[in-house]
């Protein structure tokens, strides 16, 4: 009786009462009763001939919808073959299966749709992401298909038995990915950002919990954002002259670091193009003095006489780009004519165009005549590109630079380095082929650190799940600065930090209130 | 009110809100005893609004007796309880014992049903000031030892915890002029759902006046604290409620703020509210008249510390009933709480399941999802505390849609139907006020215009004309500027209707506002409340479960919090996802066999719970 009435007094609320029903619901509003849509690659990792990727939830029809190009939803149970394109660019990424399986006749008993594509990373990276941008869905939980079958009486028992040693490992699995996706500088950023960001709502919080009722000091939030680093309790000191309980100042210190970490975030998720690098190849750009063998690379490179190849310096003039696989993974490889001044203007002309083109790589064969390293043309190359390249540019751009000394057997047999004064480098002869698998070796490091790695377990689940958060993040961080209920503005910031801390863990509200305590002296 | 003469507070006001919609005292025993009546964070978004008041001790004791004495069928017996009576337990429920009554001190007893201990910190209360410590609940009562020892043979688990109370001080003896006087709210706001005015005008209100520490107090406070056994004790205190001396021990070199307080009508008596402390007195009234505006302060009564024994709360279960003793119920300071509203919420939850239990009906328990009620005893029952735990609206995950203006809709209509503790005058305003809600939110929804047309007609808001998509009235209501009068200024029809209550108006605006995240929220909610409709059979022994797989540490911590839910289990720290799915697997399976033996047509109907739970949300 209970839910009957209530259904009868609910209904209003929904619309359909209404004299005018609400367009705006459309057919893509989630329907009654249900929670978030999940997406997952569902088949093996790593290269294969299809992968399927599933989703599970009340919008999977609409996210069918958004990625293929006929628009209606494919019969039900039924494969078909559709175009499948990402909905932010229209860019195609793959021709596929589609299957649609409307709850509850479906493995989780939830709308379903799979996606049957071609196995390769760069098809089932792009899929995910162009998924996780479709409102309503995210990347899923370990296990969490088979639990939500499990909860909707799907699964016998003794289908599930496994079920706990699958999340089990899972999880682990998950997190070792994480560690090893996040190691090094990444995952240091992504601590920094979830460690501000806490603070921040920290803040926030202390503002609203104890901003008047216990005698926060008032003054604490409009502090420089510098000075919360020593969180000692005797940086701020009250102002007395201000009346009680007219507290109007905005918390904004939380304002501050929100505005930096938003553009810091912003910055990161233009520029770690490696999911698109991995759909689009790389763009590998070889270049040096004249003559020094660059298009010899390229050659060797592409299997296949791309450039035309002289003794005579300035044979390229313009930019040659080629497709190329290079150890597993796709690049677009670029000849580049030989810097240098003082020629005729086409190839003045040649010089330009390599140069922009240098701007735009993701990584440069840098490459020198091992011969011939006193010369003018060499030392130059050396000074304008090789070392700034090293030192890390000053943007913060990501690019990778490999210096490669070419015809080594120009080089005495046995002899010494010949140049011990240089940044790393690698020997080779495009001649001989001698030095070329250290070199290949060096080369695939270099791409993988681009692109991520495709041959090590379930990186493309965790690249999608991090753009995923990392787009959530800057997202709801914009709705902090646009609200102006203040309770709006926390929930922006814990949405924000909920979707760090779903990278790199935590996140109680204890560790709020930690933070709270020992910045702030609340009591009464 | 034995410490502070204040009611509410920032999410405090909420919990009261909520006592207030299942028709606790509390609200509306403010609503005729307050001197000061005070909105906080009015600025910051109604979600966080805190209803408070400076609340007249005397009248809220006369008002609060009238009340209990003149309801109906309930006796009143005064004494102090020494020892429990104690029978063989019920075979179909968990527990080693079950309570039959009460021993009090003078050797009568009491035979009840079920009975609701409220000890405060009258556990071994034991009084500190500077050395000196002696055993007393309160100033000038006796503490309780007797029952300490009876439920510690027990059994159960005892923590120990401290607080502290002021000084007092003469009014007459204090500076008001050179201080800054704070004036009421005008108009008050009442507490209760079903006031619509408090019981006094903001013009006879009593003001507070704000006066702050300064070095000289840290001196004395730091030159004496060999004089100061409260301070070096390792019991804890709370964090957020500290006594002066750990104001100044971690936060040095600082000026803490000093709010002086009435405690009523016609007293002579002023609560320095910041000002706890347990200084030698003599040491107090030195401390006190360095402060500004307290010169010739006169202290009537020396500040004190308190410390007491507490249960870990994680022994007992969310109705407030002991895991161990069948029929027994803790509320309030026993289960490691602090203030009045937290004790006020867990008095009216084990109220009403003492009564629940005695007529054998299901358990009344508020989930987290539903009300800072569910949030306070969830977060006792699994996870414990170590210090007074109070409440704040950041500990609510969803503290956009448990708001004050709304625990009626969240409430009432529940604590009719399943508690029977909601009076009809009540639950039909609350049925009337959902009911206008929902009309007017579809209403809203349905009217659209561009925005350039809504430029026209309400050219004080803010609107952008960019948007080529047309907006709903709704979010027209959503700018800050714009309130249901002005909409109805310029839609008179059918808006006009919506604003003569203005209660409904000034709803109708706050749920516009938050209408964007509920959606979101919502479906947070379903989630959780899908993990809470399954079940854990409450007589489960983890540590010798054959069945399901679990590591000796997540078998014990199950053991001792008892989670009676997956989503309760699920929030204890330290038990894994993977121990989740053990579990969830073992719940499905008890389940199929109860359906088999029940040889019901449903198989699931712990399952089918969670549409009911979902239906409850709106």
Redesign the interface.
Known sequence: M??GL??L??R????P??????T?QGSGA?AH????TIFALSSGQGRCGIAVIRTSGPASGQALRSLTAPRDLPPARKACLRLLSDPRSEEPLDRALVLWFPGPQSFTGEDCAEFHVHGGPAVVSGVLQALGSVPGLRPAE??EFT?RA??H?KLS?TE??G???L??AE?EAQRRQALRQLDGELSHLCRGWAETLTKALAHV?A?????????L?EGVLDQGGSAWGVGG??IW??S?QR???S??FPPSTADSEVRELEVALGAHLRDARRGQRLRSGAHVVVAGPPNAGKSSLVNLLSRKPVSIVSPEPGTTRDVLETPVDLAGFPALLSDTAGLREGVGPVEQEGVRRAQKRLEQADLILAVLDASDLASASSCNFLDTVVIPAGAGSPNGSSQRLLLVLNKSDLLPAGGPDPSPDLPPHLLLSCLTGEGLDGFLEALRKELAALCGDPSTGPPLLTRARYQHHLQGCLDALGHYKQA?????A??AL??ARGHLTRITGGGG?EE??DI??RDF???? | MSCNPSFGGIGKGHLMREVDALDGLCCRICDQSGVHYKVLNRRKGPAVWGLRAQIDRKLYKQNMQKEILNTPLLTVQEGAVEDLILTEPEPEHTGKYRVSGVVLVDGSTVYAESVVLTTGTFLRGMIVIGLEMHPAGRLGDQPSIGLAQTLEKLGFVVGRLKTGTPPRIAKESINFSILNKQTPDNPSIPFSFINETVWIKPEDQLPCYLTHTNPQVDEIVLENLHLNCHVKETTRGPRYCPSIESKVLRFPNRIHQVWLEPEGMDSDLIYPQGLSVTLPAELQEKMITCIRGLEKAKMTQPGYGVQYDYLDPRQITPSLETHLVQRLFFAGQINGTTGYEEAAAQGAIAGINASLRVRHKPPFVISRTEGYIGVLIDDLTTLGTSEPYRMFTSRAEFRLSLRPDNADSRLTLRGYKEAGCVSQQRYERATWMKSSLEEGISVLKSIEFSSSKWKNLIPEASISSGKSLPLRALDVLKYEEVDIELLAKAVPEPLKEYTKCRELAERLKIEATYESVSFHQQQEIKEVQRDEALQLPKDLDYMTLRDVSLSREVREKLHFSRPQTIGAASRIPGVTPAAIINLLRFVKTTQQRQAAMDRLPQTDQRLCNTDKLEDRQL
């Open positions: 209970w839910r209530w259904t007094v609910a209003p609320a929904r619309g009462r209404s004299p005018r029903p609400c705006r989630p009763g249900s929670g978030a370990a296990g639990r499990f909860a009486g028992l599930v038995e079920l706990a040693d999340i089990h999880t919080e503002y609203i919990d104890f901003g008047e009722d216990d005698n000091e309790g005797d000191h009250l007395p009346p009680p309980y507290l109007s102006k209920d203040l309770a709006l926390a929930e814990r949405v509200t709020i209130l709270i305590f002296c609340v009591g009464k």
